[in-house]
T-cell receptor, first 113, second 113 residues
Framework: GENVEQHPSTLSVQEGDSAVIKCTYS??????FPWYKQELGKGPQLIID?????GEKKDQRIAVTLNKTAKHFSLHITETQPEDSAVYFC????????????FGTGTSLTVIP | GAVVSQHPSWVICKSGTSVKIECRSL??????MFWYRQFPKQSLMLMAT?????????EQGVEKDKFLINHASLTLSTLTVTSAHPEDSSFYIC?????????FGPGTRLTVL
């Protein structure tokens, strides 16, 4: 099955700086890569996603890049704000496997005011 | 749009009792619903996948007789933790997949005394 690794496990940045979280996956058949933000005591919220036919996607301060050859994808948050502090999870999905998501281990992001 | 609700948001019960958690897709039809379990500071672990009108598919190591899943309609799935024990205490999160993607509920915190 798919194996998703995520780094770093914790990340602290100063407000206004950028944050980058990286994930790798093992199964080249994976074709959908969402990123979720989870605040304490809440369920994950989809913040951005990318499909394998696209190399980069951007939504305001958030961007995701995908390198299919290297089998890795990254989340980029620019101009970070304290409210960006949360745990971020990457995931990979393989088609025709019941749409199961394979999650990374999470990154706890702290934005220091 | 794409809102998934869970009820209750938290529950405390005595050991040996059963607890039912509801998951609803409020504004879309969910052909597939997923149930996850999350321990503190850990990633989401898929417990089972259910398609409307059919039996749930459980992940390896998840006892189907202990975690009963019913997906009776395109907007409702329930997870019943039978004969709960303290080790079942966890954060349970459902996820519903519709045409526009997969969305997570806010989670249910279960504490078994």
């Amino acid at each position: 099955g798919e194996n998703v690794e995520q780094h770093p496990s914790t990340l602290s940045v100063q407000e206004g700086d950028s944050a980058v979280i990286k994930c790798t996956y093992s199964d080249s058949a994976s074709n959908y890569f969402p990123w979720y933000k989870q605040e304490l005591g809440k369920g994950p919220q989809l913040i951005i996603d990318i499909r394998s036919n696209v190399g980069e996607k951007k939504d305001q301060r958030i961007a995701v890049t995908l390198n299919k050859t290297a089998k890795h994808f990254s989340l980029h948050i620019t101009e970070t704000q304290p409210e960006d502090s949360a745990v971020y999870f990457c995931a990979a999905s393989i088609p025709n496997t019941g749409n199961q998501f394979y999650f990374g281990t999470g990154t706890s992001l702290t934005v220091i005011p | 749009g794409a809102v998934v609700s869970q009820h209750p948001s938290w529950v405390i019960c005595k050991s040996g009792t059963s607890v039912k958690i509801e998951c609803r897709s409020l504004d879309f039809q969910a052909t597939t619903m997923f149930w996850y379990r999350q321990f503190p500071k850990q990633s989401l672990m898929l417990m089972a996948t259910s398609n409307e009108g059919s039996k749930a598919t459980y992940e390896q190591g998840v006892e189907k007789d202990k975690f009963l899943i019913n997906h009776a309609s395109l907007t409702l799935s329930t997870l019943t933790v039978t004969s709960a024990h303290p080790e079942d205490s966890s954060f349970y999160i459902c996820s519903a997949r519709g045409k526009s993607g997969q969305f997570f509920g806010p989670g249910t915190r279960l504490t078994v005394l």
